[in-house]
């Protein structure tokens, strides 16, 4: 794009496309979720100008012609999301992209942008999240590319872009143009360009309705089956109250938490024990409801719980992939079964039992996609509380919820009561991951730098009653495309099947987080019943022993615990 590229215009008076000169920013390069950053940092002048610029610059060579294309455009509603909606608006007009869907109020869940890309046939969409992060005028903001088949963007896409921001010298955008009316449905124009504010619930719901029994979970609410569904103030309140308490039948007030705030409501929008603990804590005791549930910022996380039991992401994964079939979207079984790296091999137990095969993936949901679209796999997830099928190329929180909740109807059991019947037929693996967040990112990259020096001669050693069996740094060939992701975590596999796993994550906004994941298999016979840091006890002790942890970061104790 020219800087002296001539302007348009539609009529007189109308908006006109304006060529906004611009200078390029440093660290624009998206992660394995997009580009995320401080709220303040997207508040400055032209810095998300430039990178929806660098976006549509490179779409016509890495996807093919934008011109007249549909896009899809939504966000969690934290802070900014508004006044971002409304920029790229403007921005997509002055690119020559023929149609947006926006969801009403510039509001779309992750799992539901990809729901409405995938039946709407759209080019893609550009989703504005910073997932479980904070919100807020001090809290994180994020943005990021899914392509045709509603998964996010693969990494070549997302360098071509980051690229393409390191020259960028200028944007175009529209000169004139009011804000769009986003609070009322309908269809409206823009500059040439048909801007549609749709239901952002409907197509959602209307999918949820053809995968799951919801007569069988209407008739376990009748029954008098209690539920509490924490939305956390986020973006899954709308979805959650719709679907729950409107089709299903649930009481009023079985979602908690379920307006979209800007802040969260003061929440920190990350379903798990460390930051759940009002539901926690609503979920203990006689009196507790049968289920419980929370999702995160952008509504693509889960948290299952009982009463006075909280299930693992790695056990929840595994416990769907065993009794898929009692759900009518997976009643003929499933392809395969595909988890990333750091993942318990719960799944994979579970997989071999089952005869299909299970893939193990670098962490990022984009890694899934081939394997979906090529028909490889159905169920897939993720540690971190990401769970999600074939039907969206996005992990789905309120998916997984009702997965639940029609194995609850259909069985009769409790959660768990599920949950250790799984146990007691495959083992237990138990698992946790210890953040060290903040760590600054020089002494973050030095630990890592140091582990993997010491690959080479880690494996034999002993460790009290410990071996390390095999030490690598994995590296993942995708079976479809053939393309190669290495560096993707530092494996210790031990005698016997245990694991530590250090990787660098990818999702923070300040500093270096390290993750730590421990993973110690007990078998079906075994005991299922220890404390889960006690289980793991010798392996925190190894891991931080062979990567000098806590010497190294300079912190004295993990930040978060799940």
Known sequence: MSPNASMTSTAPNAPTVQIVSTRPFDGQRPGTSGLRKKVTVFQQPHYLENFVQ????????????????????????????????????KMAAANGVGRVMVGRGGLLSTPAASAVIRKHGAYGGIILSASHNPGGPDGDFGIKYNIANGGPAP??????????TRDIAGYRT???AADLDLDRLGTTALAGMTVEVIDPVADYAELMEKLFDFDAMRAWF???????????????????????????GAPAGTVVNGEPLEDFGGHHPDPNPAHATELIAAMSGAGAPDFGAASDGDADRNMILGRDFVVTPSDSLALLAAHATKVPGYRDGLAGIARSMPTSQAA?????????????????WKFFGNLLDAGRATLCGEESYGTGSNHVREKDGLWAILFWLNLLAATGESV??????????????????????????????????????????????????LEIAQADDFSYTDPVDGSVSSRQGVRLILAGGSRVVFRLSGTGTEGATLRVYLERFEPADGDHDRPTQDALADLIALADTVARIRELSGQTAPTVIT
Not at 234 to 243: E, H
Not at 417 to 443: C, M, N, Q
């Open 54 to 89: 660098a976006l549509f610059d490179i779409l016509p060579e890495q996807v093919g012609p934008l011109a007249g294309q549909t896009l899809v455009v939504g966000g969690d509603g934290r802070f900014h999301n508004r006044v971002a909606v409304q920029t790229i608006l």
């Open 155 to 164: 990494e070549k896409i997302t360098e071509a872009i980051y690229a393409r």
């Open 174 to 176: 529209l000169e004139g």
């Open 222 to 248: 009748a029954r008098g089956g209690r539920m509490r569904m924490d939305s956390m103030g986020a973006i899954s309140g709308p979805y959650a109250r719709a679907v729950l308490e409107g089709l299903l």
């Open 348 to 364: 994979d137990v579970v997989a071999q039992a089952l005869g299909i095969p299970a893939w193990e993936t670098p962490t990022g």
């Open 416 to 465: 768990e009561s599920l949950v250790r019947a799984h146990w007691k037929r495959f083992g237990r693996h138990y698992y946790s991951r210890h953040d060290w967040e903040g760590i600054p990112t020089e002494r973050a990259d030095a630990l890592m730098a140091a582990l993997r020096e010491q690959l080479p001669t880690l494996a034999g050693r002993r460790f009290g009653a």
